[in-house]
């Protein structure tokens, strides 16, 4: 199996909802990303997990938590989001070292209404 | 920290014509470098990477980019265009951050085939 998982493929949230992202891989990575991708610009970097413990917080608002069940699964709980927070989240995998590639979901297509 | 800086936002070529898009690094270390394509709605393809060895890296869809040290450059090169290569491409630095190394993006460029 060597693809990343997203679910939903798109969702659509009030800004007082409580929603989760999903992100699954079995291709035995143990670093595991999320991404944040605006329309017409280049992904930015939220969250980073290395086995399971998080590693890098790029100052990402407490609105967006992140969690790591297990070396296979990302999750991406979001509450009370604004609108500006609508965007392509993306999820990636790789070994922590990097040397292989990482690999990216699909993403989820999220809309703040 | 380490980034790259892609020249040119946008791109069009004939098709059959050569494909050129150009990734400038910087690094204080050896860098691992790739390059991504995103079609509309779409996650990102990973193209090719290098990491280390050979320099004239060869990657999927005919694509491959070469690592010039003395120059910081990774182009992307195509001999000839088709037009399901119209989409948009990213280059990308992976650098060291405590335990995991993470991927930083080019601004982008985007691709667009003429027939």
């Known amino acids: 199996d060597t693809e990343v998982t997203q679910t939903p493929k798109h969702l659509v949230m009030g800004m007082t909802n409580k929603k989760s992202l999903k992100c699954e891989q079995h291709?035995?990575?143990?670093?595991m990303y999320w991404y944040k991708q605006k329309a017409k610009k280049p992904p930015e970097l939220m969250f980073v997990?290395?086995?399971?413990?998080?590693?890098i917080n790029e100052s990402v608002p407490s609105r967006f938590s992140p969690e790591c069940p297990n070396s296979s699964l990302l999750n991406l709980h979001l509450h009370a989001l604004q609108p500006e927070d609508s965007a392509l989240y993306l999820c990636?995998?790789?070994?922590?070292?990097?040397?292989?590639?990482?690999?990216f979901g699909s993403g989820t297509r999220l809309t703040v209404v | 920290a380490q980034s790259v800086t892609q020249l040119g936002s946008h791109v069009s070529v004939s098709e059959g014509a050569l494909v050129l898009l150009r990734c400038n690094y910087s690094?204080?270390?050896?860098?691992?470098l790739f390059w991504y394509v995103q079609y509309p709605n779409q996650g990102l393809q990973l193209l090719l990477k290098?990491?280390?060895?050979?320099?004239l890296v060869k990657g999927i869809n005919g694509f491959e980019a070469e690592f010039k040290k003395s120059e910081t450059s990774f182009h992307l090169t195509k001999p000839s265009a088709h037009m399901s290569d119209a989409a948009e491409y990213f280059c990308?630095?992976?650098?060291?951050?405590?335990?995991?190394?993470?991927?930083?993006f080019g601004s982008g460029t985007q691709l667009t085939v003429l027939p």
């Open positions: 291709m035995g990575h143990r670093a």
């Open positions: 997990y290395s086995y399971e413990k998080l590693s």
């Open positions: 690094s204080s270390v050896p860098p691992y």
């Open positions: 290098y990491t280390t060895g050979a320099t």
């Open positions: 990636a995998s790789s070994q922590p070292t990097g040397a292989y590639g990482y690999t």
């Open positions: 990308a630095v992976s650098s060291s951050s405590g335990s995991a190394r993470q991927l930083t």
